[in-house]
């Protein structure tokens, strides 16, 4: 990983609820390569496969593949009742726990998932470092959250100083573990897409080589070709990860956001256009799932797709602020017309 100045670090890192909500999924993410281990054994390890109960792996299922937010709430629920050593489930409590601006909430699910972190260290160092890291990671940002970036800067950098040490006690056990790869591989991503003098190939090479699952690999490499504007092969790696995961919203948005950015290089392409506009309607096709911001996010590239192609002047902002705005965490049963 490139190395960067820790005050920067901290900025692209805790500073916006899209970038929490993406590196706690990754933490989360980062366990699965154990989910089916339990009844059909680790297919990513030769040896000593690892398994996570059955409750968490249904809640990480319908977060990641579904991309089903609101069922996945309930879900998490039952798995920290039912399985109270799992750090997967307090790390995703405590990301679902940010999109509702619940921060003590956030704050107790860090905290969890920290100890258990510690805990687990004892019998797996392994994933009990990355856990532990997780933990600090998720603490930096709920002080961000609460305190603003200048208040609480320092704290967060300490937190982040901490998080680079777990991660590096668990390379040094296991530098090739596809599990501790996926989530280096988004973290360094992350931080070299944001910060321009980084490498991002570095990262991409990670995911590409050493990391899995492979729908969230290929997820990770299409983020990071999009934000370095290389959209051929970011489409190409969006599609990989489509083909896996054919109904997760955010993939179809994802895709998405590719298509028009590509159609934007080619002199406004129709044809590009239109399949952007195809996957912003897909990714839009059930709204109540997702997160209310998220849903704004996505009807405003909808709406600004829709007046490329038919050259009309919707007035997309305030139909995105009205979704945004709105009481409730969940997007709504029904969009605005267009």
């Known amino acids: 990983m490139t190395k960067t100045p820790l005050a920067s670090l901290g900025k692209q890192m805790l500073s916006s609820k899209q970038t929490v909500r993406a590196i706690a999924a990754a933490l989360a993410i980062a366990v699965t390569i154990c989910i089916n281990s339990a009844v059909a054994g680790d297919p990513f390890r030769s040896s000593n496969p690892q398994a996570i109960g059955p409750n968490t792996e249904t809640a990480f299922k ?45 704050n107790s699910y860090a905290q969890k998932t920290r100890e258990v972190g510690e805990k687990l260290a004892k019998t797996n160092p392994l994933r009990g470092n990355i856990y532990t890291a997780a933990g600090h990671f998720l603490e930096g940002a709920n002080i961000i959250a609460k305190e603003g970036t200048a208040k609480g800067a320092p704290q967060a950098l300490n937190k982040l100083r901490v998080v680079f040490q777990y991660l590096d006690a668990a390379d040094k056990i296991a530098p090739n573990d596809p599990e501790l790869n996926l989530l280096k591989g988004y973290m360094d991503l992350m931080l070299a897409t944001n910060l321009p003098f980084s490498n ?18 290929y997820r990770g490499m299409a983020v990071g070709y999009r934000d370095l504007k290389k959209y051929d092969r970011a489409l190409e790696f969006a599609n990989k990860s489509l083909a896996e995961t054919p109904n997760n919203p955010e993939i179809l948005y994802l895709k998405a956001q590719i298509l028009f950015s590509q159609s934007q290089g080619k002199d406004g392409n129709k044809t590009l256009l239109e399949e952007a506009r195809k996957n912003f309607d897909a990714a839009l096709a059930k709204p109540d799932q997702l997160p209310r911001s998220l849903v704004a996010e996505i009807f405003f590239e909808q709406c600004r797709t829709r007046n490329r192609l038919d050259s009309k002047s919707r007035d997309c902002d305030p139909m995105r602020d009205k979704i945004r705005d709105a009481d409730g ?3 709504p049963a029904a969009l605005p017309p267009l």
Not at 84 to 100: K, Q, T
Not at 200 to 217: D, F, G, M, V
């Open 62 to 106: 319908t977060m990641f593949q579904q991309g089903n937010y609101k069922q996945a709430k309930t879900q998490i629920q039952q798995a920290l009742s039912a399985e109270p050593n799992e750090p997967l489930a307090y790390a995703m409590a405590a990301s679902l726990s940010y999109i509702e601006q619940d921060l003590n909430s956030m």
């Open 200 to 217: 991002p190939n570095e990262a991409i090479q990670r995911l590409e080589q050493k990391a899995s699952p492979r729908y969230l690999a």
């Open 329 to 331: 965490v969940w997007g």
